[in-house]
């Protein structure tokens, strides 16, 4: 049975509602970038990893330091997760990050971390490509509307098995990390901060897009931890994501993670935000 639909006279006055934020931030803790500048200003180097081309490395910084990803070599987009270092469950909640800040991060946004606790795991302290904004395409840089490219939709579209999607790197990493075996380990990794991608969403069919990412060597993204961190950074076997993104024929570059730990004293008045106080009852 075929059921066709007209068109109601009234279509364009429905379309014309005006849209509603959903989630208001008004009333949002903000972190106080002065005082995170203050003290990244006087701060020391206190850690180094490479996620070489098509792998992903781990890292741990406390509450309190900072960490830089940089581009050194050539374009190349990462794809990050985190997790609370002493809990994993407390983890990178990509959905809410993107309810509240919206579709793409920049300085001043925060990672928030998954249900119950709720609260920002890591804040974006510097930008190197604040400057690129939105061009024609509605294309933007650093998304959290990205997954994360991954074997089994490879597979799916492909028919093949590729071990060097983010999703595989992140797996290894993060078992290396921790001593899970992969299988547990994929079971862990969750959607990420696409660092340096530029993506949008095409207007004809809204499907999601993505463009050479317009990060040079020398750019970077930096992050105060807002609680002691376990990340994990994999540099996307796309390269810059310009052609494709599950690839072993793009050109491919490492990134640089550095940790900086601030001067003593330079945090005074600082603390880690608590866990959400939501009281956990759900109405019973």
């Known amino acids: ?25 008004s009333t949002l803790p903000a972190p106080d970038l002065d005082l995170y500048a203050r003290a990244r200003d006087g701060a020391v180097k206190v850690g180094e990893w490479i996620a070489a081309p098509r792998e992903a490395a781990h890292f741990r910084v406390a509450a309190g330091q900072f960490f830089r990803i940089t581009s050194i070599e050539g374009p190349q987009v990462g794809d990050l997760n985190l997790w609370n270092a002493a809990d994993p469950s407390e983890r990178f909640y ?12 920049s300085t001043g946004d925060r990672m928030w971390s998954s249900f119950p606790h709720l609260r920002p795991m ?29 074997p089994h939709t490879h597979h799916l579209l492909s028919g093949e098995d590729y071990h060097h999607c983010c999703h595989s790197n992140l797996t290894r990493a993060y078992a290396d990390a ?51 961190l376990l990340g994990v950074l ?36 600082w603390v880690s935000p608590p866990r959400n106080g939501y009281s956990g009852t759900h109405g019973r």
């Open 94 to 105: 990509s959905g809410k990050t993107r309810a509240l800040h919206g579709s793409h991060l």
């Open 122 to 150: 890591a804040t974006i302290t510097a930008d190197t490509l604040d400057w690129y904004g939105v061009d024609e395409f509605g294309g933007r840089v650093h998304d959290v509307i990205g997954t994360r490219c991954d």
């Open 234 to 269: 994999s540099a996307c076997p796309g390269g810059d994501c310009g052609s494709e993104h599950s690839s072993d024929t793009a050109p491919c570059h490492p990134l640089l993670i550095e940790a900086f730990a601030p001067a003593a004293g330079a945090l005074d008045g």
């Open 178 to 228: 921790t001593g899970l075996p992969v299988r547990d380990a994929a079971r862990e990794v969750h959607d990420v901060l696409n660092v340096f991608m530029c993506t949008g969403f095409t207007r004809d069919t809204g499907q999601y897009f993505m463009k050479a990412s317009p990060v040079r060597p020398g750019d970077y993204l930096e992050f105060f931890a807002e609680i002691d």
């Open 1 to 25: 049975m075929t059921t066709s639909h007209t068109t109601p006279a009234d279509a364009e006055a429905r379309r014309a509602v005006a849209p509603v934020i959903c989630y208001p931030v």
